[in-house]
């Protein structure tokens, strides 16, 4: 099995260039799925997850070229079925972001429930409700869901309960081919929904509001083709800023949009370390500290402080001085990086969707496993300064959504390898 062996590595200190988002680049791929003129994207992040969504298009008959090693030219005019295959779908929550673009495009799709980390129930009740909204019938079995719409998707005032991304970003396709006006209301405000919308408008389609929660999307008869760059990954940012921050280091985080990273900055920033932003260039340093000073975390939709670095922020909370506390609001299911953080010597208490940590001065190194994708970086972050040797296993967790973290990292001084064991 493939393990991450890291050690103590002492301050890391160099550059680092963040790759494209994998979760803005996921329904952006999706996306391509809408029209029958060639797509080509740009900075696209090399991940298993990306690969998993390129495969889900190509079995639906999709043309899919790697341009270079970020390039790809996606097309789309002979598409050979409306239905996304199970085990893809299982492969990854994310492929369900393919049946927003079927739903508008062939007026049925039929996906299988999807898969991912399992960090909580993960429903995909918004999702349906908003294509209900739209006209579709919606039929549920018990591991597959069908929509159907026979006088095709006309547009409605749509309410989501929860910000949910990815609700939004399927009703935004979905209604981008609908006819007549869309709104959402209580939409997510990430960055990638505003990718994505930049990349349809590109396209053709009508769509503003695209950061504010409330969305309203003209439909369009048609989208054209076009070609798209894909904004940098904040979360890969965001844990190189807190590899800065844990070892005490000097990291300069390249491609990185500072106004997409403020909590991280602020919170960073309230622990004792120094960030210098140069917005010039999108890029910023983050200058460590020899005493993290404890502090509290709340994850919340964006702008709120994101979910996706909660775990490698506690990572570095597990050596501050001092009390701190960890409450994780959006998802139900989300400290299975606790337990790891535990074996290697963290005091960490949890009750519900609250974690108290009592900082210790020192880690140990110990045999631990990434539970899922971010709890990965954080055991590698926690690894960072532990003593001795921590080794990480379910390291495809990682893969997901890290490109190379291991040869990031090793630039940037750290002792940390890919072995066989
Ligand atoms: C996306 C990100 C993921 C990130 C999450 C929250 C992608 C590919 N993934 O996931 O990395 O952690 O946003 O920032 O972009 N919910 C419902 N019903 C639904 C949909 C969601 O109750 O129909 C709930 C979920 O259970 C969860 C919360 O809403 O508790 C947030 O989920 P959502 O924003 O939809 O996350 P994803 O789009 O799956």
Redesign the pocket.
Known sequence: MEKIVVSNSGQLKGSVYIDGA??AA??IIAASLLGTEPIILNNVPKLSDIEVILEVLQSLGAKIEHLDKNSVKIDSSNLNGYEAPRDLMNRM??SFLVMGPLLARFGKTMTYLPGGCAI????????LKGFKALGAEIHEGIDKVEAISKDGLKGDIIYID??????TQNIIMAATLAEGETIIENA?K?P?IIDLVNFLNKLGANIKGAGTSAIRIKGVEKLYGGEHTIIPDRIEAATFMIASAITNGDIVVENCIANHVMPIIAKLKEVGCKVIINEDKDELRVIGTDKIVGTDIKTL?YPGF???AQAQFMALLTIADGQSKVTET???NRFMHVDELLRMGAIIATDAREARIAGVPKLKGAEVKATDLRAGAALILAGLVAEGKTYISDIYHIDRGYDDIVGKMRSLGAKIDRIND
């Open positions: 994998k979760n996921l329904p929550r994310a909580g129930k993960r429903p995909i009740d918004l999702h929860f910000p949910s991304v990815g609700a997510a990430e990638e939709p994101p979910t996706d959006v998802f139900e």
